[in-house]
């Protein structure tokens, strides 16, 4: 099946370790993104990648960081420096701007 | 640079009443305007959008949106809502041409309760 898989959907982490969450599509799509989702502020935009070895800063990059070495893959690391890390995080993919954007499931991540 | 407000943050319907969700965005160039939907448990799935032409779009389930550029609007409207309407709605947008392309930037989001 075509699509954007998330993994995994559950993680906990102790606080003051860092995590990546797994983002692959197989979609073809160029452009990639990481969102987080808080409850009453909607989806905020992490990290995008327009094409493979490029990535730009969203506007809540700071603790995080991505990788685009892949065009199927935007890992997402959130470091020991994210001071609120327990989130919902959505990944996303689309082939160009004037194209619908899909999304994965999510991973919601838990930090104690 | 680019954001959306979305204002109404909760709404609560009888079935088959009018629904308008308002949707402003900043950004002075040419946008592409979204609205999504995250029924309850579900992915978020694309309800309609607008790059150019007819300001009055059309998208799945009875949706329509109107992008009035001197208000910088994209409000959402359905005029008779049913109980499987009751989601999460989101008002999104990209600069076009000439900004900061493919940055796709989300509202805060309005929960639609539609009670039967």
């Known amino acids: 099946d075509g699509g954007i898989t998330q993994s995994p959907k559950y993680l906990f982490r102790k606080e003051g370790q860092n995590v990546t969450l797994s983002c692959e599509q197989n979609?073809?799509?160029?452009?990639m993104y990481w969102y987080r989702q808080d409850p009453g502020q909607g989806l905020r935009l992490i990290y995008y990648?327009?094409?493979?070895?490029?990535?730009q800063k969203g506007d809540i990059a700071e603790g995080y960081s991505v990788s685009r070495e892949k065009k199927e893959s935007f890992p997402l690391t959130v470091t020991s420096a994210q001071k609120n890390p327990t989130a919902f995080y959505l990944c996303?993919?689309?082939?160009?701007?004037?194209?619908?954007?899909?999304f994965g499931q999510g991973t919601r991540l838990t930090v104690v | 640079a680019q954001s959306v407000s979305q204002h109404n943050h909760h709404v609560i319907l009888s079935e088959a009443a009018s629904l308008e969700l308002g949707c402003n965005y900043s950004?002075?160039?040419?946008?592409?305007l979204f609205w999504y939907v995250q029924y309850p448990g579900q992915h978020l799935q694309l309800l309609l959008k607008?790059?150019?032409?007819?300001?009055l779009v059309k998208g799945i389930k009875g949706f329509e949106a109107e992008f009035i550029k001197s208000k910088f609007s994209f409000n959402l409207r359905k005029p008779s809502v049913q109980w499987s309407d009751t989601a999460e709605y989101f008002c999104?947008?990209?600069?076009?041409?000439?900004?900061?392309?493919?940055?796709?930037?989300f509202g805060t989001g309005t929960l639609l309760a539609v009670q039967p």
């Open positions: 996303a993919s689309r082939s160009g701007l004037n194209t619908e954007a899909f």
């Open positions: 979609l073809n799509h160029d452009a």
């Open positions: 990648s327009q094409i493979v070895n490029d990535f």
């Open positions: 950004y002075g160039g040419t946008v592409n």
């Open positions: 607008y790059f150019s032409g007819d300001p």
């Open positions: 999104a947008v990209n600069a076009g041409y000439g900004g900061a392309t493919n940055k796709l930037i």
